[in-house]
């Protein structure tokens, strides 16, 4: 039995299956005369033409490579190619369409995720850019207020008259000139003589930057030692400046304030903080602590000071004291001696004494255990004593000083040399009065 032959493809000669239409190797129709024009189709004007079966057979599928796409680029984000038109692809049992590739899908839109975080970027800054207006303008605002109200100050300052107490009408303290008083007074505190030379009031002094107060009040002064010793005079506790209404204020600071040496001399200022333009003639300096022998000097051009002043006498007053000759010939009154000052209340009592040694024998001194000066009711030993330990038997011409603490209110004294049995002769006791 003669087979029949198999069709083959017309355009690329691949062997077709018995009702193939479309070759599976090139796609090209089975139907050599595909592409010729048609005949005019059956049961419309040709009775004869054959009936075409209502069911057309499926094709089969086109080979694997055919749907197999080449590679593309990356299409650029956002870009979307659409079917083109008439472009289909028959459909067979059990095909799965291949997945469409990563970069063929739609990308999600991010433009208004990033919009909207430039917005808030953008409010942000410009927040900031009216922050910074806004202060800036804030700023130049109060300078604008503070040059106008510093303005209007001045001019009120300049226009208004001062009040006794040195304020402008306004309140504000009023900048004075440097003026100067003479004074010109001299007192001695702590055995050091202190000349106050003069007086000054101002606004301030360059060269104290201690002091910060509406005013200074300036003591210039001069100081020398003529005592044995260095003297610390301690300004901050023994100089105060007493105003018109009884206030007192302490020393604020001075210039040097070291001790002064023996015969040293210097020049030195001394400040005091003052609040009110206070009338300078109407103040007064107090010189001593509070539980020592205070002065009080005016600071007005020669002031009187000479209740402060030394006081000395010359009685001359001859006496016989354990077979030696003696002479009281000076007595001197101060408020301090030996580098200190008085107690309250008190003064010093110095008395010199002369004395000629006839004798034999030595004479020793100890003016602790036999001088003493008597006021009233009040008997004191000595506080200090110049003498020598002894005088030698035939000399003359020894000298010496006892200092007795003694009431400011007694004038009248009697200097006591008690009796001692320790000498050759015995001394009996004399006794030798004086006034001061």
Avoid at 77 to 99: H, L
């Amino acid at each position: 039995m003669a087979q029949s032959s198999q069709p083959s493809c017309p355009h690329c000669g691949t062997p077709l299956a018995p009702g193939q239409r479309f070759c599976s190797n090139c796609g090209a129709s089975a139907d050599p005369n595909f592409g010729k024009p048609t005949a005019m189709g059956s049961g419309v004007n040709n009775p004869q033409a054959p009936e075409l079966p209502t069911e057309l057979p499926v094709p089969p599928p086109p080979p694997e490579h055919y749907y197999a796409q080449p590679a593309q680029p990356t299409p650029a984000p956002n870009t979307f190619y659409p079917p083109q038109q008439g472009q289909s692809y028959p459909s067979q049992q059990g095909y799965q369409p291949a997945p469409v590739p990563a970069y063929a899908q739609p990308v999600k839109d991010s433009s208004k995720s990033v919009l909207g975080q430039l917005g808030c970027g953008v409010l942000v800054v410009i927040l900031l850019i009216v922050g910074v207006c806004g202060g800036a303008s804030y700023l130049v605002y109060r300078y604008v207020v503070s040059a106008a109200s510093s303005t209007s100050s001045t001019t009120s300052t300049s226009n208004s008259t001062t009040t006794g107490n040195g304020y402008g009408t306004n309140g504000t303290p009023q900048a004075i000139p440097t003026t100067t008083t003479q004074v010109n007074a001299v007192v001695t505190y702590a055995s050091v003589d202190v000349t106050i030379v003069n007086v000054q009031k101002a606004s301030s002094f360059t060269n104290d930057t201690n002091i910060s107060s509406p005013y200074v009040v300036r003591l210039n002064i001069k100081e020398h030692n003529p005592s044995t010793g260095s003297v610390y005079m301690f300004y901050g506790d023994n100089f105060h400046l007493l105003l018109s209404d009884g206030t007192s204020i302490a020393a604020g600071s001075e210039h040097d304030s070291t001790g002064i040496g023996q015969d040293v001399t210097r020049s030195n200022w001394v400040d005091f903080p003052v609040t009110t333009n206070v009338d300078v003639s109407k103040l007064t300096l107090r010189i001593g602590g509070a539980n020592e022998a205070q002065m009080d000097v005016l600071l007005t051009a020669s002031p009187d000071v000479s209740k402060y002043q030394l006081k000395t006498i010359r009685p001359n007053s001859a006496f016989t004291y354990a077979g030696l000759n003696w002479t009281l010939t000076t007595v001197t009154s101060s408020l301090s001696a030996y580098g200190k000052q008085a107690t309250t209340g008190m003064r010093y009592i110095t008395v010199t004494l002369k004395a000629n040694n006839p004798t034999q024998n030595s004479f020793y001194v100890f003016p602790n255990d036999y001088a003493r000066l008597q006021a009233g009711t009040t008997t004191s030993p000595p506080s200090d004593n110049t003498f020598s330990s002894s005088i030698a038997a035939g000399t003359t011409g020894s000298t010496g000083t006892i200092t007795f603490l003694m009431p400011q209110s007694a004038t009248s004294f009697t200097l006591i040399m008690l009796p001692r049995s320790d000498t050759t002769p015995a001394a009996t006791q004399v006794t030798t009065t004086f006034q001061i």
